[in-house]
């Protein structure tokens, strides 16, 4: 079985084997970038639009790259949340792009649902670049795909997610594709960052690093934005950084070989110590970026044949 | 104006008890008389459908209306055809509106603009507050005065505990009570969805139950202080429902509404983000919809009310945490409440009572009952006609209802306002 869906909007919902189907295609893609080789034939005349309401250099940039390597042309759009009325641009931005007739739209937004909404609107196929507190499905794919070429496997993982996982769309979408395949999330934080009833999501939740930690294959860390402390969800940096920020003596009763993951980009001395960040051995945060480029790539590939349209 | 004779139908009037299968006689606008079998005047328009049941025009005890200031979600007119099809003939308008009715001369005008539809009797409720705002209390007495028949903010709670205690204590002077949203405001901040696993995996920022809770208990206390009377809207969790039924107990002056989509619906209604499903208060988890159901039985909560807020495409067609809350509700009141009767949970007797006479007691008004010598409010449904909701073919302009694709069992058949048809 391929990828049965028109979109990428979630990973909630997804199958394994629709999951398992971008990682292989995603592999063959890791290894045709190394070689220097480019497939540009495979999307010659397609259009990809990212359309981002929220900046983020990283993610756009990892799109467009793997857009031209496949030969789409691949347009830039970046618009201002910050005009009144939001919805009416973002309604008004979708009678656009049909108009223009753009065959893959990538969105960021900073509203949970917000590419749900666009993905009704647009005859594009769309692909969630992060929506609000929601998901990030290429950001999870990614992920999975940096893990099962260092473990060999996706299932039966312990798998620590660390922070701020209230806010956190890469903590959601994680949280979904790992349980689905079959490994075992813990996440860990202060309390007034765990999302409510957390524990339905099939997940096991700590308040505490040393045990949330105890055992794991893999330690993914994320970000704590400046805003949380703001509106007192977290008294301080450095008290957070004291508790839940991963150095080597949290790192300790990890497993010896467990990876150290982060979406990026880093907030050092707040949830990372630098010196972990960096370890060549344990810290895998740079081939996830790496890793981004051929997942996208796997993504436009298979959303650009419209495997399984109207199947539902 | 010709008479009107319902011949053979089931007569039902929880106000005076009655209860009984024959006729109903409709002379110069006015409830004539009733019994077993009336003779039939020459002129009169003869009305017979069988199986249908003939009730006291319902009285809608909270709906927001467009007018003034949202005329582009829904005109005054719009909202009397949406009430007639769904056999309301009073309504209390809610005042947070633009401006807000909290001048006495806007409270003359919308009951002016009420009368204009012919159709439709508008209660206004003044607001407790000036413009709604929450900070300095408005002219309750001269609102009363110009007819105002209680006070509430609308969707805004009153937040200040000193604020409410004076609005109570000072509404007691003039008989009148205070409607309160029940939502304490810094919890329920920024909140798009009841907080849940659903909120979580939607990634939608959280109310928590306990928001409505906190808010109950403290007017309950301040009610309970000042001897005033406070009444709590559209309430929705178990826990504020078991404090307004301890109150009760405790003899403090507590009365309650609740609308339709709290004990149908429940908040997986919202889906993948639909936001006609966006509604203040949240849709809740199931077992509070199921105390909400509970609460109807054991007449905790006195009345049913629509909670209709207009809201037009535009408000809706964002993502779900910018999407303006609220869903319509005038067209559906009944037909979603005996969702209720067939289920078991109450009575048509009980039902109807809580649609006619209840809400009209607690707005002291003498509408809601049949009643000789008074204007012929009536409404007449079929309680087993099947009929399916239909956001875009529903009477009237705004078309946000949260019951879309919903079919439903029992169907407004007719209205008539002082003996004259405005529906069907």
New interface residues.
């Given amino acids: 079985m391929s990828y049965r869906q028109k979109h990428l909007l979630a990973i909630?919902g997804l199958y394994p084997p629709e999951i398992g189907h971008l990682l292989d295609l995603a592999e063959s893609y890791v290894l045709l970038n190394r070689s220097g080789k480019t497939q540009r034939d495979l999307l010659r005349g397609r259009t990809l639009i990212n359309l981002f309401f929220e900046d983020s250099t990283r993610t756009r940039t990892s799109f467009e790259i793997a857009g031209k390597r496949l030969g789409a042309d691949v347009i830039n759009m970046s618009v201002s949340t910050s005009s009144v009325n939001?919805?009416?641009t973002?309604?008004d931005t979708a009678a656009t792009l049909n108009a223009m007739h753009c065959d893959l739209l990538v969105v960021r937004?900073d509203?949970?649902?917000?590419p749900?909404?666009l993905a009704q609107k647009v005859d594009a196929a769309v692909i969630n670049a992060g929506?609000?507190?929601?998901?990030h499905p290429t950001q999870a794919l990614l992920d999975a795909l940096t893990i099962r070429r260092r473990k060999g496997r996706l299932e039966s993982l312990v798998v620590a997610i660390c922070g701020d996982v209230l806010h956190s769309?890469v903590a959601?979408s994680n949280i979904h594709l790992l349980t689905t395949m079959g490994s075992r999330v813990r996440v860990v934080g202060p309390p007034t960052l765990m999302?409510?009833?957390?524990e339905?999501?099939g997940i096991e939740v700590f308040h505490d690093m040393e045990r949330g930690l105890a055992g794991a294959d893999i330690v993914m860390m994320l970000r704590l934005q400046r805003e949380r402390m703001q509106r007192g969800l977290v008294p301080s940096a450095r008290e957070y950084f004291r508790f839940f920020g991963l150095d080597a003596a949290k790192l300790a009763v990890a497993k010896p070989d467990a990876l150290v993951m982060h979406p990026g980009p880093m907030n050092r001395g707040v949830e990372i110590d630098s010196a972990v960040a960096d370890d060549p051995h344990r810290s895998v945060i740079r081939e996830q970026v790496e890793m981004g480029v051929a997942v996208r790539m796997a993504v436009l590939d298979t959303l650009s044949r419209g495997h399984g349209r109207n199947e539902f | 104006m010709r008479d009107v004779l319902f011949a053979s139908v089931r007569l039902l009037d929880p106000a005076s008890g009655l209860d009984l299968h024959g006729d109903l006689l409709v002379r110069d606008g006015l409830i004539a008389d009733w019994g077993p079998s009336l003779g039939r005047p020459d002129d009169a328009l003869v009305v017979a459908e069988q199986g249908a049941v003939l009730c006291p025009g319902l009285v809608d005890i909270r709906a927001a209306l467009g007018e003034p200031g949202y005329e582009y979600r829904e005109t005054i007119a719009s909202a009397a055809q949406a009430a007639a099809a769904g056999g309301i003939t009073t309504l209390a308008a809610l005042p947070d509106t633009l401006p807000a009715i909290d001048d006495p001369a806007l409270v003359r005008l919308l009951r002016a603009r009420g009368d204009e539809t012919g159709s439709l009797t508008i209660l206004p409720y003044g607001a407790v507050t000036v413009g709604c705002r929450g900070e300095e209390l408005a002219e309750l007495g001269l609102l009363a005065e110009a007819g105002a028949i209680a006070f509430t903010d609308g969707g805004h709670t009153v937040g200040s505990a000193r604020l409410m205690r004076l609005a109570l204590s000072y509404a007691k002077g003039f008989g009148a009570r205070i409607a309160q949203h029940p939502e304490e405001p810094s919890l329920a901040a920024g909140g798009a969805a009841t907080e849940s696993e659903r909120a979580t995996r939607l990634g939608l920022p959280g109310i928590p139950a306990a928001a409505e809770a906190i808010q109950v208990a403290r007017d309950i206390r301040l009610t309970a202080l000042t001897g005033g009377a406070v009444h709590f809207a559209h309430v929705s969790t178990a826990e504020a429902l078991r404090l307004i039924r301890q109150a009760k107990e405790d003899g403090i002056n507590v009365t309650c509404d609740t609308a339709p989509p709290y004990f149908d619906l429940n908040e997986t209604a919202i889906g993948d983000f639909r936001t006609y499903a966006k509604l203040s208060p949240p849709l809740r988890k199931d077992a509070d919809r199921q105390a909400v159901v509970a609460a109807l039985a054991d007449g905790t909560i006195d009345a049913i009310a629509s909670d209709h807020q207009p809201r037009d495409a535009d408000d809706k067609r964002q993502p779900f945490a910018q999407a303006t809350p609220g869903g319509t509700g005038l067209t559906t009141l009944l037909s979603v409440t005996l969702a209720q009767v067939h289920s078991g949970t109450v009575s048509l007797g009980q039902a109807i009572g809580l649609l006619t006479a209840k809400p009209a007691r607690l707005l002291g008004v003498r509408a809601g009952r049949i009643e000789k010598g008074q204007p012929a409010d009536l409404c007449l449904f079929h309680p087993e006609r099947i009929w399916q909701v239909e956001s875009g073919k529903l009477p009237g302009k705004a078309q946000n209802t949260p019951f879309d694709g919903r079919a439903l069992e029992g169907l407004v058949l007719g209205t008539w306002k002082a003996g004259r048809r405005v529906f069907g």
Avoid: I, V
């Fill in positions: 909630e939001k919805g009416e973002l309604l937004h509203q949970s649902g917000a749900n909404l929506d609000g507190t929601h998901e769309r959601r999302p409510t009833e957390a339905r999501l």
